[in-house]
């Protein structure tokens, strides 16, 4: 959704902005994931690809998104600047709003329980969930979905991990990570001096980076960037100098905002999803997250397809083949039920 929405409709060239070729069917489905957590994981999206852990990195993710549904955005080629592009002339996405939701992001809880709490089944379920399975390496639930710390991005925020492994699951959304788009507006475009030019034709989600990147950059540097005569590495490094201070003089209260370092890590992880989904026996790994309130987002796993978490728990084969879901929490079968059902 989100790269045919950039690609397709605002890196055209004006008035229509359109490129149609770049809109490609939506085969890919995946299920919303849940939000608590969300700040606390070492990285983001099904995928993994977007490492997570400070404001700067969800703000990443958050313009990412934000073009993929609501922002007016039309990048412009530019004479002068480190960018060469103009990334905020016409772009709707409000940073400061995003940092606010974000930090709201940050205060929300796994629901509890709200049902009698059988103890026993609890426990036994404990033992299940800490008990190495020698059919899967010996590793528990636990190694993968228990609480561990992950990364560390700085002393302010820590982070869970997050393990991203291949568990079987289904190919589409890695498969999409590798597809290319004409570039638009966009072709040539860089971040860093040292960037390879994006080509008339290259990947969406390189596309989507230095989309994001660019504004974040160009928000909180306006002025840096229009002077005369500061290019190249010098003003590089004076970017990496000045950015927490700068964007700290810009937006209130952004402790733990993070450094430029931590905004271009932003693309590695994408560029390096990009690379797996292209190579010859690609692997289709996607988040291991820590599970807690899992028993309110039926249907499971990055795809939706499964109903319960008891036919998860069975072998895949055995499963429903199809299911109609609503939004009644049905206590019983403890999933999403449709009324009717
Ligand atoms: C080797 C690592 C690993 C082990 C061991 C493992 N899981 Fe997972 N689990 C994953 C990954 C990766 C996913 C996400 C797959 C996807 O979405 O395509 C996942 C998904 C899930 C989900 C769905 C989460 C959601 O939001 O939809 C549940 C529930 C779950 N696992 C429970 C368990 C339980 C219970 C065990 C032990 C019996 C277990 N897992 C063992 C890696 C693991």
Redesign the pocket.
Known sequence: MIFNRLTGLDIGTAPTYMIPENIKVADAPV?Y??LWNASIQDYTQ?PGFSPNGNRLLGLARNIGEVYGVFAQFHPKKAASGLLNMNYIAENSANFAGLNGQEELIMKLAAPKWPFALNKKLAAAGAK??NKP?PN??N???A???GIKDGEFRSFSEKTWAT?????G??SKEIGLLGYEVKTGVMQGATILPTDEPLKSVDKAISVLARASEGAIIQHYFPIVLTTPGQVGIDLLAQLTADFGTAVSSVEQDLGGFGTLEDLLGFSDGANASADNADATTPSY?????V?EG?WA?A??????S?PT?AE??TPAKDRVATFKIGSAYDIKKRWLSNHTN
């Open positions: 299920r994931p849940f099904w299940v969930f399975d899967a390496d590793l528990s639930c190694d993968c979905h393990p991203i492994v291949d568990v699951t289904d790994a996607y988040e291991s997250r599970l899992v987002v249907p499971y796993l990055h795809n939706g499964v978490l998860l728990l």
